[in-house]
C-alpha cells in the first residue's frame, strides 16, 4: 500500500467529479457563448436596419432636393427664356436702325447750326421789324386810300 496516494476508488470517483465539473463548466460557458453571440446578431440587425433607415431618409432627402434643383433650373430657364423674348421684341432691327439712321440725316439736314443761331433775330430785333412792317402796311393802307374814289353823293 501506498501512503501518499488516495486510494484507487477516492482517485477515480475525484477524477469523475473534475470531469463532470468541467464539462458542466464548458456546457455554461457554451450556453453564455450562445447568448452572447445571439444578443450580437441581434444588435447587429438592429445597427443595420437603423442605418438602412437613415439611408433610405437621405435618399429621400436627395431626391427631393434634386427634384427642387431641376425645378428651379427650368423655372430659371424659363423666365431667361421670357426675358430673351422680351429683348427681342423690344431690340431693333437693322431695318430700324436703317430707318433711324435716315431720319437723324434729315433731322441734321434740317436743323439749324450754330451759325444760323447765330445769326438769327433776337427777339429786340423781331419787335423791330414788327413795328416797320406795320408803318409799312399803314403806308400801304394810307396810299391805297388816297387812290380809291372817294364816295359819291349823289
Known amino acids: 500500500m501506498n501512503v501518499g496516494l488516495p486510494r484507487l476508488e477516492a482517485r477515480v470517483s475525484a477524477q469523475e467529479y473534475l470531469v463532470t465539473m468541467l464539462a458542466a463548466r464548458i456546457e455554461e460557458l457554451r450556453q453564455d457563448m450562445a447568448v ?22 437621405l ?28 429683348i427681342k421684341a423690344t431690340m431693333a432691327t437693322k431695318d430700324d436702325i436703317a430707318a433711324l439712321e435716315g431720319r437723324i440725316v434729315t433731322i441734321e ?22 413795328g416797320r412792317i406795320l408803318d409799312a402796311f399803314k403806308q400801304l393802307v ?12 349823289g
Do not use: C, W
Open 142 to 153: 394810307a396810299v391805297i386810300d388816297a387812290r380809291l374814289p372817294g364816295p359819291s353823293l
Open 59 to 86: 435618399g429621400q432627402d436627395l431626391n427631393l432636393s434634386f427634384k427642387q434643383l431641376v425645378e428651379y433650373h427650368i423655372e430659371t430657364e424659363q423666365n431667361l427664356e421670357a426675358q430673351f423674348n422680351e
Open 109 to 130: 439736314t434740317n436743323m439749324a447750326t450754330k451759325d444760323d443761331i447765330a445769326n438769327m433775330a433776337t427777339k429786340d430785333e423781331l419787335a423791330s421789324m414788327e
Open 36 to 57: 452572447n453571440s445571439r444578443q450580437l446578431i441581434d444588435q447587429q440587425i438592429a445597427s443595420e436596419r437603423k442605418l438602412e433607415a437613415r439611408i433610405d431618409a
